[in-house]
């Protein structure tokens, strides 16, 4: 299956992405993350995209379409992949649009998860995560055992730079102007999943998978 992920930054994207890749054995492909990686590396992509991440810009989209362009085409995405924060943009969604036709697929469906603003603020500045293995956690809602620890693997949990509350209101501001109108897109498409993402993360998740067995069907 190849699916993409919409919703506001906290919506729960990444939580609900893994486990849909978990279930169907598919590549996650978030682009906030490869972005991060090349930003933590120190490449000249990471230089560039810094300047946009840490002031709740979006990255150009000729960056982030040639990022997920070659994504795509490695091996793992035969069977299907799973994009999460990708395309943000009618310019990255037609982008995409283009890609797959070249490469003879298709997108099955576009999952929308839907949160109100102050929700989301409220999940997005109290997000930890572990530098060593990736896991979320939320300082209110899900915690981690021992104080600034990872449960799963021990690595030290951090705060990213982007999830301080003024950036936050940026990242939404920027999602409402520029990722919004993508749901309108889809929709004419006749893929668009809404999904009500204000509910427990269990709830969603099995809402999202429920979805997914019928479209599979
Ligand atoms: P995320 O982890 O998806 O919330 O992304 C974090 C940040 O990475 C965003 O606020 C953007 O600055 C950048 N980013 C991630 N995905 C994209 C994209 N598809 N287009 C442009 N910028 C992106």
């Known amino acids: 299956m190849n699916l993409i992920l919409l919703g506001a930054p906290g919506a729960g994207k990444g939580t609900q992405a893994k486990f849909i890749a978990e279930k169907y054995g598919i590549p996650q492909i978030s682009t906030g993350d490869m972005l991060r990686e090349a930003v933590a590396k120190g490449t000249e992509l990471g230089k560039i995209a810094k300047e946009f991440m840490s002031q709740g810009k979006l990255v150009p ?9 070659e994504r795509l085409k490695q091996k793992d995405c035969e069977n299907g992949f799973i994009l999460d924060g990708f395309p943000r943009t009618i310019a990255q969604a037609e982008a995409l649009d283009e890609i797959m036709k070249e490469m003879g697929k298709k997108i099955d469906a576009v999952i929308n998860i839907n949160v109100p603003e102050e929700e989301v603020v409220r999940r997005i500045v109290n997000r930890r995560i572990c530098r060593k293995c990736g896991a979320i956690y939320h300082l209110l809602y899900d915690p981690p055992k021992k104080e600034g620890i990872c449960d799963k693997c021990g690595g030290e949990l951090y705060q990213r730079d982007d999830d301080r509350e003024s950036v936050v209101r940026e990242r ?32 969603v998740k099995e809402k999202i998978l429920i979805m997914l067995e019928e479209i599979k069907a």
Request: hydrophobic content about 30%; aromatic content about 10%; charged content about 40%.
């Open 61 to 69: 989209d000729e960056i982030v379409v040639g990022i997920v362009k």
């Open 172 to 203: 939404f501001r920027v999602y409402r102007r520029d990722t919004e109108p993508l749901i309108e897109y889809y929709k004419k498409k006749g893929n668009l999943l809404n999904v009500d993402g204000s509910k427990n993360i269990e709830d």
